[in-house]
T-cell receptor, first 109, second 114 residues
Framework: QKEVEQNSGPLSVPEGAIASLNCTYS??????FFWYRQYSGKSPELIMS????GDKEDGRFTAQLNKASQYVSLLIRDSQPSDSATYLC?????????FGKGNQVVVIP | DGGITQSPKYLFRKEGQNVTLSCEQN?????MYWYRQDPGQGLRLIYY???????QKGDIAEGYSVSREKKESFPLTVTSAQKNPTAFYLC?????????????FGPGTRLTVL
């Protein structure tokens, strides 16, 4: 089993809709969970951090963490064309950050 | 401005050559990291350093070397032993010892072997 899995293929959402991204992880001892946004050809940018079970909201972004199910998600509300990017899930455990392969989001005007 | 700088932005290397990628940060972060990203792949950890004059191998250290002589700098050398070095190389830093370990990335160096 891969450490961090993001299984969904490219996600196309209409402008103004909600984009939902999911991520599962294998290490139950993981302590911190992150979502990065990466535009094509650019480096990853940290957009959300979450450390305890439940929801965390920051502007149009909501991260959800369920440690019992080893599951973390990201919701993007009122999606904008500028949200079109690849979103990387990252999980910190064993003294290092493990990344998923990412999910591409395309917001259609 | 505080941040992480990487140079060069693009680098071309002939087979058999060693090349060194620069990473500098002025965030006063203790920990620094090198990752490699291949198309359609997640980031893979090459080396990391939590304190000056100390560093550890990551998941794919073979064919790479690093040094950490100054807190601000963590250069990566891609040696001729690295079989497939063409990739996007990303440097990151964080406050060492922090539980939360938020890592922030530099702009990256795109290495192409000719």
């Amino acid at each position: 089993q891969k450490e961090v899995e993001q299984n969904s293929g490219p996600l196309s959402v209409p402008e103004g809709a909600i984009a939902s991204l999911n991520c599962t992880y294998s290490d139950r001892g993981s302590q911190s969970f992150f979502w990065y946004r990466q535009y094509s050809g650019k480096s990853p940018e940290l957009i959300m951090s979450i450390y305890s079970n439940g929801d965390k909201e920051d502007g149009r972004f909501t991260a959800q963490l369920n440690k019992a199910s080893q599951y973390v998600s990201l919701l993007i509300r009122d999606s904008q064309p500028s949200d079109s990017a690849t979103y990387l899930c990252a999980v910190f455990g064993n003294n290092r950050l493990a990344f998923g392969k990412g999910n591409q989001v395309v917001v259609i005007p | 401005d505080g941040g992480i700088t990487q140079s060069p932005k693009y680098l071309f290397r002939k087979e058999g050559q060693n090349v060194t990628l620069s990473c500098e940060q002025n965030l006063n972060h203790d920990a620094m990291y090198w990752y490699r990203q291949d198309p359609g792949q997640g980031l893979r950890l090459i080396y990391y350093s939590q304190i000056v004059n100390d560093f550890q191998k990551g998941d794919i250290a073979e064919g790479y070397s690093v040094s950490r002589e100054k807190k601000e700098s963590f250069p990566l050398t891609v040696t001729s032993a690295q079989k497939n070095p063409t990739a996007f190389y990303l440097c990151a830093s964080s406050s060492a010892g922090a539980v939360y370990n938020e890592q922030f990335f530099g702009p990256g160096t795109r290495l192409t072997v000719l």
